[in-house]
C-alpha cells in the first residue's frame, strides 16, 4: 500500500531532551517536506526537499533540523525542544516531476514538551 | 509572496443541506494548483478536491465541486447534500507550478465545518 508512515503518533517529552519523528514514504517520492499544524495557524512549513541530499528551509524552521540521506527516509529531528514545539506534525511527500502531483500526508505526530 | 486566506474560521449546515466554503489566494504567478484537503478529527489529511489554474473548467468530485474565479484569485468549496461524515476542518491550498515542477504547498488556516443532524 502506498503510504507516508509516521512515528510515533503521540510523543511527550521534556525541554532539552533531544528527540527525533520519523518519516518513510514508499512511492519514490522526490519531494518530501515537513509541517506543524498549530490552532488557528493552519499548516505551516518547517523544511522541505526536492531530492537527496537536498534540503531548504520552509516558513518555520527555527529549532529544527532534517537530514536526507536516503530518498524514502526524511527525519525531524529537535536537538532542544521547548515547550513552544508542542504541536502537531505532519510530515508530506510528493513526485515533482508529475504534473499536478498532490501532497501525500503521513497520520501526524502529536508532540507535548513539559 | 503567496498567501492563502479563508475568511471563516468556522461554518455550520443542516445534514442534506449545501454549503459553500471560501477562499482567496494571492499570487503574481500565471500557472499553479488549488486544492481542498478536508481533515476529519481522526486528522489524517484527505484530498478533497484540485483544480489546475490553467483549466477554466470547475472542477467537481462527487457532491463536491468548486468555483475557480481566476481573475478574483478565488476558490471556494461547495458541498452538496452534507452528510455528517463532512463534518471536519478544510483546508484550502495553493501550489505554484513552475517548469513541469511544483512549489511548495501553502495553506489557509481552515474552516471548521459542523454539520447539524
Known amino acids: 500500500e502506498a503510504q507516508v508512515t509516521q512515528n510515533p503518533r503521540y510523543l511527550i517529552t521534556v525541554t532539552g531532551k533531544k528527540l527525533t519523528v520519523t518519516c518513510s514514504q514508499n512511492m519514490n517520492h522526490e519531494y518530501m517536506s515537513w509541517y506543524r499544524q498549530d490552532p488557528g495557524l493552519g499548516l505551516r512549513q518547517i523544511y522541505y526537499?526536492?531530492?537527496?541530499?537536498?534540503?531548504d528551509k520552509g516558513d518555520v524552521p527555527e529549532g529544527y533540523k532534517v537530514s536526507r540521506k536516503e530518498k524514502r527516509n526524511f527525519p525531524l529531528i529537535l536537538e532542544s525542544p521547548s515547550p513552544n514545539q508542542t504541536s502537531l506534525y505532519f510530515c508530506?511527500?510528493?513526485?515533482?516531476?508529475?504534473?499536478?502531483?498532490?501532497?501525500?500526508f503521513g497520520n501526524g505526530t502529536r508532540l507535548t514538551v513539559t | 509572496a503567496q498567501t492563502v486566506t479563508q475568511s471563516q474560521p468556522e461554518m455550520s449546515v443542516q445534514e442534506a443541506e449545501t454549503v459553500t466554503l471560501s477562499c482567496t489566494y494571492d499570487?503574481?504567478?500565471?500557472?499553479?494548483?488549488l486544492f481542498w484537503y478536508k481533515q476529519p478529527p481522526s486528522r489524517q489529511m484527505i484530498l478533497v478536491i484540485r483544480q489546475e489554474a490553467y483549466k477554466q473548467q470547475n472542477a467537481t468530485e462527487n457532491r463536491f465541486s468548486v468555483n475557480f474565479q481566476k481573475a478574483a484569485k478565488s476558490f471556494s468549496l461547495k458541498i452538496s447534500d452534507s452528510q455528517l461524515g463532512d463534518a471536519a476542518m478544510y483546508f484550502c491550498a495553493y501550489r505554484w507550478n513552475y517548469g513541469g515542477s511544483q512549489g511548495n504547498l501553502i495553506f489557509g488556516k481552515g474552516t471548521k465545518l459542523s454539520v447539524k443532524p
Open positions: 499570487t503574481s504567478e500565471s500557472d499553479y494548483y
Open positions: 526537499s526536492m531530492n537527496v541530499e537536498v534540503t
Open positions: 508530506a511527500s510528493s513526485l515533482i516531476g508529475s504534473y499536478n502531483s498532490p501532497l501525500h
